[in-house]
């Protein structure tokens, strides 16, 4: 019981320095801009209202560099809560690399993941309310612009990877078995998404990463997966303008690539098959006869 309420501890502890540091950068942020605006409002004599209207066709730009800056601050509180303790940035991480022959199916799973995902949803028989307002949230981030791109395509996959892959997931799994564990922080991860249809295809994203974190025992292919799923929505723009509008089309893209995934997923299942016991080993001694050195960061942890 000490275990699993100091591992819940500390995962909630993580979870709202984020929450926290972001809340205090869109106040600071919004009040900044306000005052530019105020400046700049009085040395041009142009209407106050005019340049706040500017602020809110730019929106999508500034809630991205706040999103930037947030994640900036709390990667760095992050930083500074490891060395306080007695490990390392990579054993507290599991930055253990892992070689180009195991890690080579994750860029395509994150793609197809994103295929799926998105083909599925315009086919599903959803409520037009449901529709509106997802289309309504996502609109903020549907723009292509150096810091919408670098935010939902860098950052958030670092931050979010090192948040509850990283903190969240190994402090869970101090004080309960593997699967709670993982199910757990792929809903807080959903949840945190706010949106309904975000929080249900992210917390089915949260649960594949997990999954990709407990097999590879390594950070780096949760971060190069989720880079990937958020990636190509950028990279198909072009494509996806010249595909049909038509559900037949959607159903056959989420079937493929359902298929894809299946395979990919038992491709990489057979190349991680040495190291996945390391989050199912009983005793550090089992863990420690894996052939794969870079465990020993599990064991330190544990």
């Known amino acids: 019981m000490k275990k699993l309420l100091k591992g819940l501890g500390a995962a909630i502890g993580y979870i709202l320095v984020y929450i926290i540091v972001s809340i205090l950068v869109a106040i600071a942020g919004s009040i900044a801009y306000g005052i530019i605006a105020g400046i700049a409002a009085f040395k041009t004599d142009s209407p106050l209202n005019s340049i706040f209207d500017g602020f809110r066709n730019n929106m999508s730009d500034s809630l991205a560099i706040f999103t930037i800056i947030a994640g900036l601050i709390s990667l760095f509180i992050y930083w500074l809560i490891i060395i306080a303790g007695k490990k390392t940035i990579k054993e507290r991480l599991d930055l253990i690399p892992v070689s180009l022959h195991k890690l080579w199916p994750i860029i395509p799973l994150g793609i197809f993941f994103n295929l799926f995902i998105a083909n599925l949803l315009a086919v599903l028989p959803l409520p037009d309310r449901l529709i509106q307002d997802y289309a309504e949230a996502s609109s903020d981030i549907q723009g292509i612009t150096p810091a919408i791109v670098l935010s939902v395509v860098l950052m958030a996959p670092v931050l979010e990877e090192v948040l509850f892959r990283g903190l969240v997931f190994k402090s869970l799994h101090r004080g309960m078995p593997l699967i709670p ?15 309904i249809i975000w929080i249900c295809y992210a917390t089915l994203l949260g649960i594949a990463l997990g999954i990709t974190k407990a097999r590879y025992v390594s950070l780096y292919p949760c971060i190069l997966f989720h880079l990937a799923f958020n990636g190509w929505n950028y990279i198909m723009v072009p494509v996806y303008n010249l595909l049909p509008d038509s559900n037949l089309v959607n159903i056959a893209i989420s079937v493929v690539s359902a298929v894809i995934i299946v395979l990919l997923g038992i491709l990489i299942f057979r190349k991680t098959a040495r190291v996945e016991h390391a989050y199912l080993a009983e005793s550090a001694e089992d863990i420690l006869s894996s052939e794969d050195t870079g465990l020993q960061s599990f064991v330190d942890y544990e």
């Open 181 to 195: 564990a993982l199910i757990l922080q792929a809903l807080v991860f959903g949840l945190l998404h706010g949106q």
